[in-house]
Every structure is written in structure tokens, then in C-alpha cells.
């Protein structure tokens, strides 16, 4: 499915291949038996049937995507769900324009060494391009680690769900902006990185979002402990802090209680 978001409203094309329906797999070069358009406003949407042109399903790729050429203000992606990949993903790169951001979704794919190599080629093919990465339960092993994705010069990487995340992890970051849900990060390990952070590592970092799913409250002192933190006035109930790295550049640290989870957010200000 291919979606064109305009203003006010949006075009979702759908295409149904004989192969698909014959085989479960399809080609670029294969065409569309039906085309089905849905309009939709927010509110109502319409239905509607086209007739193929003669043009196969790379050829309509390329078309729809022709319709944001010119306008810099549009950001291509794409969403792969891992278990329902049909195609060559490197004739599928060369298919897309330049995309800005993708998405890589394991579902409830078993994770096998077939799992963790496709989501390697997805990676492999449109990281170098890329700004943005969405993780939603990829398989992450020794060859596909969250230290080989981090080291990549992305603007925001987002990882749902990372479990036992850590120091390594953390330093290794060369992103923007990092958004996770892990199940377990040790109080000691952040204090750690915000001690580094000082120091002087991680300079391209200008957010870090952490929500840790547990239901043990963690002492905030523990992650404060040798920061020389200053504390700041919420508006809320959460607990906030500012440090200072060796730089002269401030930072502040967010601390907050849900039920059955904690946040921390970490935040850099570059005036």
C-alpha cells in the first residue's frame, strides 16, 4: 500500500497482484490485477476501482512518488514488516526515491537467523539515506546490535521494545534523538552515562527518552550521585535537574513515576 498525505486529506493505493494471488509472492515487475484508492478525510472516505494503465508495480511506485519531486517538504517512508517481505529489497531501494525515514516492524515473527538476516538487508540498503529509524520488536543479536544502528548519523532512532539496554549501548549513540522502552536499565548505568556526558561523550546527542517497564521505583539520588545537579522547579510531579558538561553546555534531566513504569528524559540545550 502506497499513501499520499495532501492537506486535509489522503490517498491510500492498494494494489492486488495475480501472483500474490496465485503464489504469495510478487514482483517489481509484475502488474496489477485491481488498483483501489481510499480517500479518506479524517471524517468520511471514498472507495474507488482503477483500471491498470499497463504499468507494473515499480513503474507505479515510481509515478506516485513523482507526484513530491519537486516539494522538499515531503518526507518519503516506508513501513517492513518482517514475515510479509515479498520482494528483492535491493531492487526495492532502487524503486524508491530517496527516503527519509523507514520503519521496520518484527511483529510476532519467531526470531531465527531468516528473521535477523532480513531485517540485516533492510538496514543494509536504506540506513546509509536514511534520517529516521523505527524499531518495533526487531530482533537485535550480535550481528544486528543496537551499538551497529546507533553508530549511524540519524537525526531520531526509536526502538520499541529494547530489552537489558546499557552502557555500551548508550555511548555508542552517534543520533539526535533516542526514544526506547526497555525492560531493564540500572539506575547505575545512567549515572554512568550522564557522568560521560560531561566528560564529553556523545556530542551529537540532543534528546534521550527512556521508559523502563518495571514496577520497582529506582532512588533518584542513585542517578544523580557525583553529577553536581542542580535541581529545577517542575510544573508537574516530576522530579527535574540541570547538569553541566565541561563545555559550559546544560542539559536537564527529567525524572517520572507511571504505573508500572518510570520515565527518564534527558535533554540537551544548545543556546
Known amino acids: 500500500m502506497i499513501t499520499l498525505l495532501f492537506d486535509g486529506f489522503l490517498l491510500k493505493f492498494k494494489f492486488l497482484m495475480i501472483r500474490q494471488i496465485s503464489e504469495g509472492t510478487t514482483s517489481l515487475n509484475d502488474l496489477p490485477v485491481i488498483i483501489t484508492v481510499v480517500k479518506e478525510n479524517g471524517r468520511t472516505s471514498k472507495l474507488t476501482t482503477l483500471l491498470n494503465q499497463g504499468m507494473n508495480l515499480g513503474e507505479w511506485i515510481q509515478h506516485l512518488c513523482s507526484f513530491t519531486e519537486?516539494?522538499?517538504?515531503?518526507?518519503?517512508?516506508?513501513?517492513?514488516?518482517?514475515?510479509?517481505?515479498?520482494?528483492?529489497?535491493?531492487?526495492?531501494?532502487?524503486?524508491?526515491?530517496?527516503l527519509q525515514s523507514i520503519g521496520i516492524d518484527g511483529g510476532n515473527a519467531e526470531t531465527n537467523e531468516h528473521t535477523i538476516f532480513i531485517a540485516q538487508t533492510i538496514l543494509k540498503a536504506f540506513l546509509p539515506d536514511v534520517r529516521s529509524v523505527q524499531l518495533n520488536e526487531v530482533p537485535l543479536q550480535e550481528n544486528l546490535s543496537l551499538q551497529h544502528i546507533g553508530m549511524a548519523n540519524l537525526k531520531r532512532l526509536e526502538t520499541d521494545y529494547q530489552s537489558n539496554l546499557n552502557i555500551d549501548d548508550l555511548c555508542a549513540l552517534n543520533v539526535e534523538r533516542y526514544i526506547t522502552q526497555t525492560n531493564q536499565i540500572a539506575p547505575r548505568c545512567l549515572n554512568r552515562f550522564f557522568k560521560l556526558w560531561i566528560k564529553g561523550s556523545n556530542p551529537m546527542l540532543r534528546e534521550l527518552d527512556i521508559l523502563c517497564d518495571t514496577e520497582i521505583v529506582p532512588d533518584w539520588n542513585v542517578f544523580l550521585r557525583g553529577l553536581k545537579a542542580e535541581d529545577v522547579a517542575a510544573e508537574d510531579d516530576s522530579k527535574k535537574f540541570k547538569i553541566v558538561n565541561y563545555r559550559g553546555i546544560c542539559a536537564e534531566i527529567k525524572f517520572e513515576n507511571f504505573d508500572g513504569f518510570y520515565g527518564v528524559k534527558f535533554e540537551v540545550h544548545i543556546d
Open 70 to 98: 519537486f516539494n522538499d517538504s515531503i518526507r518519503h517512508h516506508a513501513d517492513f514488516y518482517i514475515g510479509r517481505i515479498m520482494f528483492d529489497l535491493q531492487t526495492l531501494r532502487n524503486t524508491f526515491p530517496k
